[in-house]
T-cell receptor, first 115, second 115 residues
Framework: AQKVTQAQTEISVVEKEDVTLDCVYETRDTTYYLFWYKQPPSGELVFLIRRNSFDEQNEISGRYSWNFQKSTSSFNFTITASQVVDSAVYFCALRTENTGNQFYFGTGTSLTVIP | GAGVSQSPSNKVTEKGKDVELRCDPISGHTALYWYRQSLGQGLEFLIYFQGNSAPDKSGLPSDRFSAERTGGSVSTLTIQRTQQEDSAVYLC?????????????FGPGTRLTVL
């Protein structure tokens, strides 16, 4: 079975602090894809990043970075020097080669950045 | 249009009535997905289409829910005899081919309120 766990339901940080959002996934498939989406208060989900299971290289994009570790089945997301505009709900998702087009989403982490 | 569009944006209905929710995917996207997001919850997968066919209907919560897609484009999600527990935001997403490698692009959602 496929599953994504985001154990942190809500996080609050003060502006300029760094924050890491955790994502742990479960799958028996060897080929899979992991995603992060941002859902701001406006409601529309925005794609942030996709990683495939064969590429464990960490990625940095501006203030965002992602740490993919197959050994711990984790795909954590770090925001450096957080800003108020980062306040949103963040979802981690998984799809695998053998589950076709179905995505499995975590329950999301609500991040509030306090000015 | 540039993105996925959904209509109506808001729908208030009385218990027992039928409702139809519409999704217009991005042109050329072959896969289309429906999700439900209850207040403060994650995304619940409902159904997905590859072209006009729906290989996976496992997420539909009951036989009151049905969906169709015509011409490989527009999709309609129908809820018959609505119940109060159907109140949620219904999100539609689409993916370009080859769908299994690509992220989903989400629409703004339809907020359904059943009184």
């Amino acid at each position: 079975a496929q599953k994504v766990t985001q154990a942190q339901t809500e996080i609050s940080v003060v502006e300029k602090e760094d924050v890491t959002l955790d994502c742990v996934y479960e799958t028996r498939d060897t080929t899979y894809y992991l995603f992060w989406y941002k859902q701001p208060p406006s409601g529309e989900l925005v794609f942030l990043i996709r990683r495939n299971s064969f590429d464990e290289q960490n990625e940095i994009s501006g203030r965002y970075s992602w740490n993919f570790q197959k050994s711990t089945s984790s795909f954590n997301f770090t925001i450096t020097a957080s800003q108020v505009v980062d306040s949103a709900v963040y979802f981690c998702a998984l799809r695998t080669e053998n589950t076709g087009n179905q995505f499995y989403f975590g329950t999301g982490t609500s991040l509030t950045v306090i000015p | 249009g540039a993105g996925v569009s959904q209509s109506p944006s808001n729908k208030v209905t009385e218990k027992g009535k039928d409702v139809e929710l519409r999704c217009d995917p991005i042109s050329g996207h072959t896969a289309l997905y429906w999700y439900r997001q209850s207040l403060g919850q994650g995304l619940e997968f409902l159904i997905y289409f590859q072209g006009n066919s729906a290989p996976d209907k496992s997420g539909l919560p009951s036989d009151r829910f049905s969906a169709e897609r015509t011409g490989g484009s527009v999709s309609t999600l129908t809820i018959q005899r609505t119940q109060q527990e159907d109140s949620a935001v219904y999100l539609c997403a689409s993916s370009p081919p080859p769908s299994q490698y690509n992220e989903q692009f989400f629409g703004p959602g339809t907020r359904l309120t059943v009184l």
